[in-house]
């Protein structure tokens, strides 16, 4: 199709009327065509109104409509085939085939939320049937559902052009819940974002939904996203970004005169533990694992793994040493934006700078524009539990080995980080009790945690959690990968003494939907067929 620049509101195309942006190619830093002009207040005011007219209806959508109108944007976003992806290699320079795996996912997890729609369970249908004869007080007849909050903007991510960012894990989920979906797109490939937006406006015209369904916004300051976020018709936000962006989305929620939930994923280190026995008897082999999971993708990973932590001693050394010797035949990568390679710089000069860390590796240096040079850094445990500072996400492909005297050092820097998105744990079977005892100060402090694995790379299932206390995420108590990310987007609702034609489809005596529900404190499931 040919890029317009323009923003999609419903099913209209419309021009706007602010400071316009465009994608760069990073790998170049050549501008690309169009211009997308941003989107005004009364843009943000349109988009809004249309979504809070399609609320009630699509939100009662029968579970077969619903889950067929998430399986029609995969399809529709499969059907643009090579257009989309060379538009993604342009606006990112990511590899193609991380692009097309990247696609994948997008379209695997929007089936994934279709089988999640249609099974029921998110209804979470609860019944107590009328006791009238109780004594001494009869029971009311008291039924819970689940409903969709209203609708969501979402804030597309800069690292993944299509998971995190037009039809990606946020977007997925809220259509799932049956929330009308306002996006707003990433400033860093608004080509693709738009593609991508008009295949789902094709699947809301397609699927006969009402047309607020979805829009796409654009907008190269916080005008869109404020006004978005400040809305009284928006009843939840989705982010992945920065620390400070989520901060400010998190604000602006909280001083409206109706506070509303923003979920965003901000900030995270994900420390890996080295456990003696594992570095004793693993040393090259863990070095090379480090090695390609701080590199993947110039370390653009919200679970890049930016913190190495280990008793210091001959072993750790030979790690250290295996790492330099691997990072010197690494090559530098181009980085998805200019500002993201800036940012990653000033991080790399913050630590060389700081007395208390000192640079351990260094990976080949790029010969054109916007390169990553991956680095590694080494600290004692004293310096890094005396210096907040590095603690800082490094954006890329930078990490810190913090070097500890006794398992008691361990713990306390284990103890002194923030929350995290993941706490991966190197081990061997002699290392069992050691790891026993810090997995409960790892539960509380990441959302997911691993055993002899990387942290790069997110399943999309039904048990994934891509969550974690603050800064990891706002809110710990969700996850914005997996199935159960449509929680977030849910309230429940209770019916008491309603007339049974009055009851939605889920609560009803006869149980129309055939969906799992509990019944008078007992689980009941609907066979096949019934």
Not at 421 to 443: F, G, K, N, S, W
Request: net charge negative; aromatic share 4%.
């Amino acid at each position: 199709m040919t890029l317009t620049g323009h923003l999609l509101i419903g099913q209209h195309t419309v021009a706007g009327t602010r400071e316009a942006i465009r994608g760069i190619n990073p790998a170049t830093d050549a501008a690309l065509q169009p211009a997308y002009a941003g989107g005004s207040a009364e843009h943000v005011a349109q988009a809004c109104e249309l979504a809070w007219a399609a609320l009630d209806r699509y939100r009662e959508t029968t579970l077969s409509v619903r889950a067929g109108f998430l399986q029609r944007i995969a399809e529709e976003i499969e059907a643009l085939g090579d257009e989309l992806i060379d538009r993604a290699v342009a606006e990112t320079g990511l590899p193609r085939p991380r692009l097309l795996g990247e696609r994948g996912r997008t379209c695997q997890q929007l089936r994934l939320f279709a089988r999640t729609v249609r099974a029921g369970e998110w209804l979470d249908v609860r019944v107590d049937n009328a006791q009238p004869q109780r004594q001494p007080m009869p029971r009311a007849d008291l039924r819970q559902r689940q409903i969709a909050l209203g609708p969501v903007a979402v804030f597309g991510a800069s690292n993944f052009p299509l998971a995190f960012s037009v039809a990606g894990g946020d977007t997925a989920s809220a259509l799932a819940a049956g929330c009308p979906v306002i996006v707003k797109a990433h400033g860093a490939h608004p080509g693709t974002s738009e593609l991508v937006g008009h295949a789902v406006a094709r699947a809301v015209k397609t699927c006969g939904l009402p047309e607020g369904v979805f829009s796409l916004l654009y907008g190269s300051g916080r005008e869109v996203g404020i006004a978005l976020v400040s809305d009284p018709r928006i009843k939840a936000v989705g982010f992945t970004g920065s620390r400070s962006g989520g901060l400010a989305l998190m604000q602006a929620a909280q001083a409206r005169p109706e506070p509303i939930p923003v979920y965003a994923e901000m900030s995270s280190i994900n420390p890996v533990l080295l456990f003696p026995a594992a570095l004793q008897n693993r040393t090259q082999a863990l070095a090379a694992g480090f090695v390609t999971s701080l590199t993947l993708g110039a370390g653009q990973f919200c679970t890049n793994p930016g913190l190495l932590i280990a008793r210091r001693g001959p072993a750790l050394q030979s790690f250290v040493d295996t790492v330099a010797d691997l990072l010197q035949q690494s090559p530098a990568q181009t980085m998805l934006t200019p500002g993201i390679c800036g940012a990653y710089e000033a991080g790399l000069n913050a630590l060389a700078e700081n007395a208390r860390a000192r640079i351990a590796a260094i990976g080949q240096i790029g010969n054109g524009t916007n390169q990553c040079q991956a680095h590694v850094f080494v600290t004692d445990a004293g310096d890094f539990l005396a210096d907040h500072g590095l603690q800082a996400e490094v954006f890329g492909a930078a990490s810190l080995i913090v070097q500890c005297a006794s398992d008691d050092e361990v713990r306390q820097v284990i103890e002194h980080l923030e929350g995290q998105l993941t706490a991966t744990l190197h081990l061997d079977d002699e290392d069992l009790e050691r790891a026993r005892l810090l997995v409960p100060i790892l539960e509380r402090k990441a959302g997911r945690l691993l055993v002899n694995g990387w942290p790069t790379g997110v399943e999309v299932c039904d048990a994934m959690v891509h969550g974690g206390p603050f800064p990891a995420t706002s809110d710990a108590r969700t996850t914005s990968v997996g199935t159960a990310a449509i929680l977030r987007f849910l309230r429940p609702v209770c019916y008491q003494d309603f007339p049974d034609s009055l009851l939605p489809g889920a609560l009803r005596q006869a149980n129309p939907l055939h969906v799992s529900r509990l019944v008078d404190g007992q689980r009941e499931v609907p066979k096949h067929g019934e």
